[in-house]
């Protein structure tokens, strides 16, 4: 599929608007954004996108969490927030032992492994998407996975 054409225009308020295959959005420069997604276990199994790539932009994670749904996630070794620069890369990595059904993770504490000196929170590539998936076996036991993610967009 060929990449779609971005046209942008900065406001006078500072923002930029921009319509990608006839949709527009509004991206206010240093805006922090939040997203709260329900991914079936099988969906995250599958590796699924939570922020689509946005051409001309990047984007940089400011905080995430997660929560297991319809029981505790098990068998499989992380659930991991994925970024790229220049390849993949775990922005959390919520371990097996911490995500019992209804617990709230956040990145940084017991259980949910950020990369190395705040790696985590720097600028992704590009024209990049940010993922969620899992690393080992698939999940099984909980029903869903809600993933919270809070994010900034800069230009590339």
């Known amino acids: 599929m060929p990449a779609a054409k971005v046209r ?3 406001q006078s308020d500072g923002s930029l608007a921009f319509s990608e295959s006839g949709t527009a959005r509004l991206i206010i420069p240093g805006a922090v954004y939040h997203i709260r997604t329900r991914f079936t ?3 995250v199994n599958a590796g699924a996108t939570l922020l689509a790539a946005l051409a001309g932009f990047k984007y940089r994670m400011v905080d995430g ?3 297991a749904v319809g029981g505790a996630a ?3 070794t992380t659930i991991d927030i994925l970024g790229t620069v220049s390849t993949s890369r775990k922005l ?3 371990a097996v032992a911490q995500t ?3 617990t709230l993770l956040k990145p940084g504490v017991t259980g949910a492994a950020i990369l190395a000196d705040g790696a985590s929170f720097t600028a992704n590539d590009a024209n990049t998407a940010i993922t ?3 690393t080992g076996s698939p999940i099984t036991t909980a029903t869903h996975i809600d993933v919270l993610f809070s994010y900034v967009i800069e230009a590339a």
């Open 92 to 94: 959390v990595a919520f």
């Open 65 to 67: 969490a997660m929560i």
């Open 74 to 76: 098990a068998a499989h």
């Open 100 to 102: 019992a059904q209804s």
């Open 41 to 43: 276990i099988a969906q």
């Open 132 to 134: 969620v998936g899992v």
């Open 8 to 10: 942008s225009k900065w």
